[in-house]
């Protein structure tokens, strides 16, 4: 799926996903919608700096660039146009939290270890730009969208023993979960700056990977830190990316559109004092190490993990920061194929 219908309603701090979006493998739609599963709850400990951790597993080293400090960046020239371009009186959107009509909302994952079985995976769409299987997925594994959930469904899942990240689009159990069938597929080994290749998808249309970019309540909630950039999405794009995204999604040339891998950051003056808690903890996040634009979607939809002790409603305060309350940080030139 490359371009299509997104649909997303729930909850008061949600809303509609937009319609000319794009997702994971090669540029699908990112499926603003619900995941399910025994993997969407907390995640472990996570770490004070320098990247968050999954058990006893660090998310990329230090100096990876999902764990980079950004606040003394300087602002790329073409901020305003991208800002503008992305929606500068757009409000944010918590694209995560506890429960729609009976599914977990957010992109879950699952933890497994060394025991688990790996199965096959058949790569239906870009197998050639995959990472082969087996993966260690197992049969009941959440579902972004639930198990029957019609849009982007990921699949995630992180080998704690190994320290190992596995992700799938488009991903569908076969005979019982004995094998799964996807439209692409990525591994990440998370003790090293492991980065797929160059012009490569993954399980997101930037060929990123998608965990080290979620919000996770342990990282906001328990720590009251997260130490990493979060995962954002933008309805429309350019085709081309910037490091460290490898892949684009879009045919538009248009210079004004955001590419793939473009990094925003909150205006350190912008105040977010009168926010919830939650909220508070992002702006914190967004101001040190910013947002990368990782897929095709609704305008300014934060990514992160479902979990039951979500407070939805002081999730929804993030409604109230729009674009206008961020810039866009040089990272890098454009890069096209």
Known sequence: MRFGLVLFVGLGLLGCGDSDGGGGGAGGNEETGPGSGPGSGPSGPSGSGGGGSIESCTVFPADNPWNQDISALPVHPDSDAFIDSIGRDTGMHADFGTEWEGAPIGIPFVTVTSSQAKVPIDFVAYGDESDPGPYPIPPDAPVEGGPDGDGDRHV??????????????????????????????????????????????????????????????????????????????????????????????????????????????????????????????????????????????????????????????????????????????????????
């Not at 794009?237 to 248009?254: N, V």
């Open 156 to 337: 995630l899942a992180i080998d704690t023993d190994a320290c190992v990240l596995y992700e799938l689009y488009r991903a569908f159990p076969q005979s019982g979960g004995s094998s799964w069938e996807a439209d692409s597929g990525a591994v990440f080994d998370l003790k090293t700056n492991d980065h797929h290749p160059e012009q490569w998808t993954s399980a997101d249309a930037a060929g990123l990977p998608i965990f080290p970019g979620l919000a996770r309540y342990d990282e906001v909630v328990e720590d009251g830190v997260v130490p990493h950039a979060l995962r954002f999405t933008v309805s429309q794009s350019q085709a081309g990316y910037i490091f460290p995204a490898r892949h684009y999604a879009s045919s538009d040339s248009d210079p004004s559109l955001p590419p793939m891998g473009l990094r925003v950051r909150m205006k350190a003056g912008h105040d977010c004092s009168s926010y919830s808690n939650e909220v508070q903890v992002l702006c914190t996040a967004f101001k040190k190490y910013g947002l990368i634009v990782a897929d095709n979607g609704s305008d300014w939809y934060v990514s992160g993990a479902p979990d039951p002790r979500w407070d939805d409603e002081a999730l929804g305060d993030i409604a109230n920061i729009t674009g206008d309350a961020f810039e866009v940080v040089y990272t890098g030139d454009v890069e096209t194929y």
